[in-house]
């Protein structure tokens, strides 16, 4: 095995065995005597390959089988079959080494301890890793910096904030100094200042420590800001593979319009025009949508209908994205 | 009444298709519920064949402890904790404006589990029943395990009210667990759940005999078990009504000033 | 020792919690008398109505209620905490966290939390057993001392394996939750000496559950009716009961690392 991929992936696959909750009560009666098991495919031959320093988003609706790939490449679960090569090891062995050289966030679940201050838990953390008291003081002082959280470090970490939580999360997972950086929703639930913060973070760390980046998000902000590349499994395969232009060419997505007006005003010349769809008049606000290559002429169109009073154009989300991509090849096929 | 009970046999069958998803923890709490009355079966069996001394003979003893199990499960209530926390946590009054009284929705979740329970309990006791056969008390006739059945019933009454009553208190009181766990604690011992209340010392029997607990569990058993005359039954009998009564109506009054207080403040 | 280092930190923690909650520290001790109390009420009960059973006096029941309160004491410190909550760390998923971590899982799932306050207890069950020595008159040596203390060591080994198996069912079956109390019943028999229970229950107090071991093997060590053989039999089982729980604790996680999503 060449160890030049930080990640290699060949026909990863993963199928799980359930049982079936009955519904009513005698369903659940006889579920007191008997299951039924089903087995499901949650990723499908997925093969991919990922090169030192990189920043990937994995994208995808839920239950796509992000989270699955996830686990499997940070060792949490074990394949059902194919190749998988991290760091040149097996992740399912979790050998030491490997976890010396990895990192894993989850949005949604907070690996600090509440109830101590969060100097504790890195402390925690410096045994576990068996860092030595330098290199743990130098990555310490680094890292709080870099998030602004030097009086933090004291607070019982239940009484912080959710924007802080998750720096200080951060912080823990990084202490180490992994090379690779799982996260799993890193922004889910965090306000606008709180998620460009953590973006510009993770886009120093990677520039400063050549820290490889695997993340997953809803939030489309958060893929154009860090990730150069992007891949989206949907129902276990990797459905697309490349720099994130390419997906936003190929998925054409719609531009979000909402424009207020003074007085009320008639849109009738607007469903005449090329590039604008579903459009809807709610008084005096006009939502449409607009083709992404014409929203310039568009907007100008919209000026002219009557006195602006707010403008605003968003895009679409990354699973409205998607789900239009999907809608075509379905339709393609 | 009648709509009570309607919606009361809704809610049973609601709970119980929720918790037999439980299912190994059912078995699980029975076989825990069965370990402590037959270690102390061993132990007190141990003393008699080694020429002790007791009020009580070994078939006495080993139905006791045989159906302790059994009446420590259908008469326990672990309301206490979760009323008086749905008092201080001001949960009460999304329960008040339902056209259901208040306490139907914890006499269903108590008696569902019970059921379940009694699924998973009866076995355990056919095999430490047959272990022990031998030894058994077994009372000839109906009328005895009629009235086992009765004053079980009874007892959990009993038992479900003095935990309404706890409760009440965290109508005035902050924290009721330290409360709570006393009643555990003083009615583990007075109800005879420890140690049979005949083994109890000479002195203490007047006490023993009337004070409520006995009739939680002790009474219930020692019907079964023996030694009780019929002038003993139906005394005790009459004592067991009197304290479903009695302790009911004290905890009708409590609950009532309890809803009082507690609407005043509007919490 | 890394492990021995990372434990030291766990404690450190564990103290900086404690102090944090100071009615906690209360209530565990109260808690705690009050249970000690009521240990004892049926063992006072029976010497009500004889002197002696199998060569036991009531003082020595006593000193073994004592011995009963430091093992349980020490389990519920530093044990109980961390098995308590497995079910909760397969299925919330907070296992997935340890995982992650370059040490030992089984050690950091069996040694994570401690209960500071519960040390309270032991204390109270040294001073019961040392009245229940002083009033039956016993002296140990040095020697005898070292065999009780060595015995103790081996029953908490053996108690937290044979916990650690019961626990570790929960990789196979769904709602163990309530497991915890099935360990917490058994251990129960261990208030009372292993020659008052019949003698298959007694193989299974020493072969199975190994309680034993925790509590009527020390006191008899402290009496001087036990050689260094029963000694050795204790260290003996406890190395393989360690593999042993080593051995299940790898097939659980397979299975999980296969089945969880």
Known sequence: ?333 | MIRNLRILRRMVAAEIAQQSIYRGAWVIFMLANICTPLISLLIWRTALANGAQLPVDERYITTYFVLLGIATMTTSSWMAGFLANDIRLGKLSSWMVRPASLLLGFVANNLSEKFLKVFALIPMLGVVWWIFRDSMNVPPGFGRWALFVVTLVLGAILVFTIDILIAAFAFWMDDVSALVQARVIIGSVLSGAVVPLALMPEWSRGFINYQPYRYTVSFPVEIVAGNLSSTELMTGLAVQIGYVVAVGLLARFVWAAGIRAYSAVGA | MRHLRLWRRFFAQAVVRETHYRAHFLTTLLVGLVQLGLGIVPTLLLFGFTQEVHGWTRAEVIALVGVYQVVTGLMATFIGPNLNRMTSYLTEGELDAVLLRPVSSQFYLTFRWINVAELSNVASGIIVLAFGLVQSGLTPNVGQVLQAVVLVMCGLVLLTAVWSALVYSAFWLQSVGPIGIVYLSVVEAGRYPLTFFPVPVRSFLTFVFPVAFATTYPLQALSGDLGWGSVGLGIGLSVIAVLLIRLVWQRGLRTYASASS
Not at chain 1, 32 to 44: F, N, Q, S, W
Not at chain 1, 234 to 247: C, M
């Open chain 1, 1 to 333: 095995m060449t160890h030049t991929h930080a990640i290699s992936a060949h026909d990863l696959t993963k199928t799980y065995t359930f049982h079936q909750q009955r519904a009513g009560l005698g369903g659940a009666l006889k579920s007191l005597v008997r299951r039924k098991y089903e087995t499901r495919l949650a990723v499908d031959r997925v093969t991919f390959a990922i090169e030192p320093g990189e920043v990937v988003g994995l994208l995808g609706p839920n239950g796509a089988g992000k989270t699955t790939t996830l686990k499997m490449l940070s060792g949490l679960l074990y394949k059902t079959s194919g190749d998988l090569d991290v760091l040149g090891h097996t992740p399912s062995d979790r050998k030491h080494d490997y976890l010396r050289r990895i990192a894993l966030v989850m949005g949604q679940k907070t690996m600090l301890w509440w109830d101590v201050p969060a100097m504790e838990s890195l402390l925690l953390h410096k045994e576990m890793y068996g860092l030595s008291t330098v290199e743990f003081e130098r990555n310490v002082a680094e890292l709080a910096e870099l998030l602004d959280v030097q009086d933090l470090l004291n607070v019982q970490v239940r009484k912080t904030s959710l924007g802080e939580r998750m720096k200080l999360e951060l912080m823990a997972a990084l202490v180490h100094g992994p090379e690779i950086l799982f996260l799993d929703e890193p922004t889910i639930g965090l306000d606008v200042v709180a998620k460009a913060r953590v973006r510009s973070f993770l886009a120093d760390v990677n520039r400063l420590r050549g820290t490889t980046i695997l993340i997953t998000s809803h939030d489309m902000d958060d893929i154009e800001a860090l990730c150069s590349r992007v891949m989206i499994i949907d129902h276990g395969r990797l459905q697309f593979d490349g720099a994130l232009d390419d997906l936003v060419r190929t998925a054409q997505p719609r531009k979000l319009v909402r424009a207020t007006y003074a007085t009320p005003v008639d849109v009738g010349p607007l469903t005449a025009f090329e590039g604008v769809s579903a459009v809807e008049v709610d008084g005096l606000t006009v939502r449409l949508e607009a083709d992404r290559a014409r929203t310039g002429q568009i907007l100008e169109q919209l000026t002219r209908l009557g006195p602006l009073v707010d403008l605003d154009v968003a895009d679409a989300d990354v699973e409205e994205i998607m789900r239009d991509l999907f809608l075509r090849r379905g339709e393609a096929s």
